[in-house]
Nanobody, 122 residues
Framework: QVQLVESGGGLVQAGGSLRLSCVASGRTFNNYAMGWFRQAPGKERQFVARISWSSGSTYYADSMKGRFTISRDNGKNTVYLQMNNLKPEDTAVYYC???????????????WGQGTQVTVSS
């Protein structure tokens, strides 16, 4: 059974930092893209960043470049999202996902975690 389990969310003041973790289990993700998405109340799910599990190549949404960093630890089957200089508009539920295509489209991702809440106060 495939599982993606996120952790690390919480409440932080504007300008602060958080590191999200996503532990993957249940199958081999060597040829998969691991993505982070977020969804704020009343809004569509938004692409944040992705990383190739095998090559480590990364891609970011424009608004996250320079503030967010995605990385992975193959030995721990874990993907991270380091978020710096957080803003109130970053408030959302953040989801980890796995998919076979290197895509920004959430529909291309087959496996999803349960999400972790990030709240940034002004």
């Amino acid at each position: 059974q495939v599982q993606l389990v996120e952790s690390g969310g919480g409440l932080v003041q504007a300008g602060g930092s958080l590191r999200l973790s996503c532990v993957a289990s249940g199958r081999t993700f060597n040829n998969y893209a691991m993505g982070w998405f977020r969804q704020a109340p009343g809004k569509e799910r938004q692409f944040v960043a992705r990383i190739s599990w095998s090559s480590g190549s990364t891609y970011y949404a424009d608004s996250m470049k320079g503030r967010f960093t995605i990385s992975r630890d193959n030995g721990k089957n874990t993907v991270y999202l380091q978020m710096n200089n957080l803003k109130p508009e970053d408030t959302a539920v953040y989801y980890c996902a796995a998919g076979r295509l290197q895509s920004v489209n959430p529909r291309e991702y087959s496996y999803w975690g349960q999400g972790t809440q990030v709240t940034v106060s002004s």
